[in-house]
Every structure is written in structure tokens, then in C-alpha cells.
């Protein structure tokens, strides 16, 4: 299976803020719409087909009252009580069906795949599928699957006519997520077993007094740290446990950091 980042899901009180904050920071963020049977709506900030969404509610009795398959992100944001912040990772496949194959193959719990659609606020309304899977010993939630009902070149091509996909004023494009973790060579081996990718070699990052590695990923990569000191991962870990905890971007203009809403955000040169 050929797996690409998709996206990350920062859950936020209101997606409107994120709009601004990331203005301010030079980075184009719109109004994504509603996921009408779910009680959920968002905003979204593309780097080509890398992209953040700020989800967020508009009926928490809707959420709640939602049957929602298990491993799903809905399920974490319920149980995380809408604690602002980053949640889970989706990554895309052109073959979800293939995929609940080779999950199950790997011995990891599937549900789905399930049909989803969000309604835009010009009307128009977008599809796809989404697949959870789960490991019942592992810590950090696995990323879900995404399938889009159009190819990447056609999804590329409205977003750009939608002016959704646009140069970002501060030259920025997406690098990676950070994720904290307990038991880095554990973690490490497994995601990239699951994943059937490469991880690269492991370092210490003095910045967040961790030992880190990666997870090389079309689209965005994937690198786990593990704190060996007092420092950012350490307290990640303290205040939300296994989760992301940081999202890169590049720039070839500056470099600059700030938290938004629960998140940090980090820009670094080319």
C-alpha cells in the first residue's frame, strides 16, 4: 500500500480565531463548512494537499448523540471533552477498501470504511471515506484513512479555483508533525511496520529535550519524540499524553513560532 499525509485535526472553540491568528502569521486559512450529520463544522489552511483542519461544534448534542464507529476521531474528540488542541492525523490512500485489507493482514482492529460529506458554505458538498484502525495496546491513536471521491490532480484543481489552495503570504509549506511519546524505538518500529515505511536514524533535539525520529511520509513526515529532560515533550506529555504536540511548516522567508488555541506551530527556513 502507498500511503500520503493528508491532514492533521487541531480541534478548536472557534475556527473563525484560527482564521485570524494564522493571518497574522502570514499563513491563508478558509472556511471549510459543515459535516451536517455529525454536529461538526471547520476551517482549513492548505499547503498544496497537505492541509490543518480547525474542527470544531456547532451541536455537541448532535456529536454525542452520534453512533460513532470505534477509533474514529468524532470518538476522540467526545472523550478528549473538546479540549482545544491537536487530536489525530489522517492519511490518504487511492484504495480504502484495499487498505481495510491490509490493515486487517496486520493484525490491527478496521471499522469502515465509512461514507462522509461536508457541505461548503457556497453550497456545494464534498465526499469521501473514512477508515479507523486501532491497536489495543498502543497508546498513541493510529492515524485514520481518508479516500476522496476525486483524484488528487482534480481535488488540486478545485481548491485552487476555490482559492482555498493559494500562495501563502509568509512562503510557507508543510514539513512535519511532532508527536510525543513514551517508548520511542516501540512506537517507531510498529507505525512504520504498520505503514510499511522507512524511519530514519535517531537523534536528540535540545530544543524540546528529546530523542526524536522519523517516519518519512509523501506530503508531510512523521517524527516521535521521547523527552530526556524538562522541556516541551515532557510537559505534552504531562498535560495530554501520546498525541501530536507540534506541526512544522518551511518557509524560505523567516523563521518564527507560536501557539494558537491549544497547538504549537513552528516555521523554519528551507
Do not use: P
Given at each position: 500500500m502507498r500511503f500520503t499525509f493528508d491532514h492533521i485535526v487541531h480541534f478548536v472553540e472557534e475556527p473563525s480565531k484560527a482564521i485570524a491568528i494564522f493571518k497574522e502569521n502570514g499563513i491563508h486559512a478558509?472556511?471549510?463548512?459543515?459535516?451536517?450529520?455529525?454536529?461538526?463544522?471547520?476551517?482549513?489552511?492548505?499547503?498544496?494537499?497537505s492541509y490543518i483542519e480547525f474542527l470544531s461544534t456547532y451541536d455537541r448534542d448532535l456529536l454525542e448523540r452520534t453512533k460513532h464507529l470505534k477509533n474514529s476521531f468524532f470518538e476522540t474528540?467526545?472523550?478528549?471533552?473538546y479540549k482545544e488542541g491537536f487530536s489525530r492525523v489522517a492519511i490518504r490512500t487511492t484504495d480504502i477498501e484495499e487498505a481495510a485489507h491490509y490493515f486487517r493482514k496486520k493484525g490491527l482492529t478496521v471499522n469502515g470504511p465509512v461514507p462522509m460529506n461536508r457541505k461548503r458554505p457556497d453550497g456545494s458538498v464534498i465526499e469521501w471515506k473514512l477508515l479507523y484502525i486501532g491497536d489495543e495496546d498502543e497508546g498513541l491513536e493510529l492515524p485514520f484513512i481518508i479516500q476522496w471521491n476525486e483524484s488528487?490532480?482534480?481535488?488540486?484543481?478545485?481548491?485552487?479555483e476555490k482559492k482555498a489552495i493559494m500562495p501563502h503570504p509568509a512562503g510557507t509549506t508543510f514539513s512535519h508533525?511532532?508527536?510525543?511519546?513514551?517508548?520511542?524505538?516501540?512506537?517507531?518500529?510498529?507505525?512504520?511496520?504498520?505503514?510499511?515505511?522507512?524511519?530514519?536514524k535517531e537523534f536528540i533535539n535540545e530544543d524540546l529535550q528529546a530523542r526524536c525520529q522519523t517516519i518519512q511520509l509523501p506530503g508531510g513526515n512523521f517524527v516521535f519524540c521521547c523527552p530526556i529532560g524538562d522541556g516541551i515533550v515532557s510537559e505534552a506529555l504531562k498535560n495530554q499524553g501520546e498525541k501530536p504536540f507540534q506541526v512544522n511548516l518551511s518557509s524560505d522567508k523567516n523563521e518564527s513560532a507560536f501557539e494558537l488555541l491549544g497547538g504549537i506551530y513552528t516555521i523554519n527556513e528551507h
Open positions: 478558509v472556511e471549510g463548512g459543515k459535516h451536517l450529520n455529525y454536529g461538526t463544522y471547520n476551517a482549513l489552511s492548505y499547503f498544496d494537499l474528540v467526545v472523550r478528549d471533552r488528487d490532480e482534480d481535488r488540486r484543481n478545485q481548491l485552487t508533525v511532532n508527536f510525543a511519546v513514551k517508548d520511542l524505538k516501540n512506537t517507531v518500529e510498529k507505525w512504520s511496520n504498520w505503514l510499511d515505511l522507512k524511519a530514519g
